[in-house]
């Protein structure tokens, strides 16, 4: 198959598709590979690393468009990109629909095989490539939020951890998955007092087992979210509804009951957004203020960090790129059901429940897409 890897438009986002290492694996698989002129540089790999590996170096994202059965990105094609992708191309990369309807419309139009990474499960019923960006991701959440708590950035003007005689930071997390989890971890780690909150019982079980003492749990309701907002810091938005727009946990009215240049870090941005006043901003101008509150909702935060979220991105992705490219979509999908959930919008129709829902657009099965 004839692998095409673009260069990512994304304001500031350094990552691409694969490694050296993994288009290594596609070729010595009988596959060939193409990569826009240095499209890895960003993340540590220069077109001589791909060179050696066997890959061959395009001047033009057209070009690798025009040469590629399957694309492998990063993030969701920009409109610039839509043009270029060809009717019944393959493109396995991150999407979220859920939060652009525009993306959506586009995809359906060009007729494209949309794979999205943030819909492929696995038998834990865990989503195993959103999974390492959301490691990053949540990381990265808490030491922006400690970095805009300060007040020279327009925050509070509070340091995370205590000092003596001094309580430390009041961290609110919703969402207590990949994200919640590992913001928590160092937010807790920084000394300051952590809440989760999670609407599913057994996650706050097994958060409670294996939290610092710093880090409380709690089962989300709107009652507890408000009154913990009087206290809040800085609170960290982590829920997701896999393919579905993210729920608003925090309206405009209850910013009010906010200090003043408390920190809002939505990291659910690409699902929409869990506080209704997020609107998604760049690394290039992270933050805004809504009635005195700091938001930071960068929809591509571990593009910030490439030489650690190129690897352990790829690292998830690559074996089912290898099927792909080895079986063919439709075959790779028929025998791996949990890369079939991730197929978004194929051909026109789209084949998500959630994503339909998100528009009211209609939903075909993929039974009939895949017969
Ligand atoms: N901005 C970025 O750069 C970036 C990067 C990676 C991930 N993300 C996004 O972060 C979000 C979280 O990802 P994740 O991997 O942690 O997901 P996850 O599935 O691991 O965790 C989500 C958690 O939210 C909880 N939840 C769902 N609805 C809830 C509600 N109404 N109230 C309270 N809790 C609720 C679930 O029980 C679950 O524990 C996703 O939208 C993901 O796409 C963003």
């Given at each position: 198959m004839k692998i095409g890897i673009p260069k990512e438009i994304k304001n500031n986002e350094y990552r691409i598709g694969i490694t050296p290492n993994a288009a290594?694996?596609?070729?010595?698989?009988?596959?060939?590979?193409?990569?826009?002129?240095n499209a890895g540089v960003g993340s540590g790999f220069s077109n001589h690393d791909f060179l050696k590996v066997g890959a061959t170096i395009a001047s033009y994202p057209k070009q690798v468009y025009q040469y590629a059965e399957m694309i492998i990105k990063v993030k969701e094609p920009l409109p610039e990109e839509f043009e270029l992708i060809k009717e019944g191309q393959l493109i396995y990369t991150f999407f979220?629909?859920?939060?652009?309807?525009?993306?959506?419309?586009?995809?359906?139009?060009?007729?494209?095989?949309?794979?999205?990474?943030?819909?492929?499960?696995d038998d834990h019923g865990g989503l195993p490539l959103l999974t390492p960006m959301s490691e990053v991701a949540g990381r990265l959440a808490s030491q922006q939020g400690a970095k805009f708590l300060e007040s020279p950035q327009g925050g509070l003007g509070v340091l995370m951890g205590?000092?003596?005689?001094?309580?430390p930071a009041d961290v609110m997390i919703l969402g207590g998955g990949v994200v919640g989890t590992q913001a928590a971890l160092v937010a807790a780690g920084?000394?300051?007092?952590v809440t989760i909150y999670?609407?599913?019982?057994?996650?706050?079980?097994?958060?409670?087992?294996?939290?610092?003492k710093n880090v409380t749990t709690c089962l989300s309701s709107s009652d507890a979210i408000e009154k913990h907002?009087?206290?809040?810091h800085l609170v960290i938005g982590a829920v997701l509804v896999p393919g579905a727009k993210a729920p608003k946990l925090i309206n405009r009215k209850q910013l009010c009951v906010m200090q003043k240049g408390a920190v809002l870090v939505d990291v659910a941005v690409d699902q929409g957004g869990c506080f209704e006043t997020t609107k998604a901003t760049t690394h290039e101008n992270p933050t805004y203020f809504v009635d005195d509150i700091l938001h930071y909702a960068v929809a591509n935060m571990p593009g910030a960090v490439p030489q650690?979220?190129?690897?352990?991105?790829?690292?998830?992705?690559?074996?089912?790129?290898v099927k792909l490219a080895n079986l063919g979509w439709q075959n790779a999908c028929k025998q791996f059901p949990h890369l079939a959930n991730g197929l978004n919008i194929v051909n026109g129709h789209i084949v998500n429940h959630s994503?339909?829902?998100?528009?009211?657009?209609?939903?075909?099965?993929?039974?009939?897409?895949l017969k």
């Open positions: 290594q694996r596609l070729i010595s698989n009988g596959h060939e590979v193409c990569v826009e002129n979220h629909f859920a939060s652009s309807l525009s993306l959506t419309k586009a995809m359906i139009d060009c007729k494209a095989v949309c794979l999205a990474y943030e819909t492929i499960t205590s000092v003596s005689g001094v309580s920084m000394g300051a007092d999670d609407n599913n019982p057994n996650q706050i079980e097994e958060l409670q087992a294996i939290m610092p907002l009087t206290k809040a650690t979220s190129t690897k352990a991105l790829t690292n998830a992705t690559i074996d089912y790129a994503v339909a829902d998100a528009f009211s657009m209609s939903f075909t099965p993929l039974e009939n897409i």
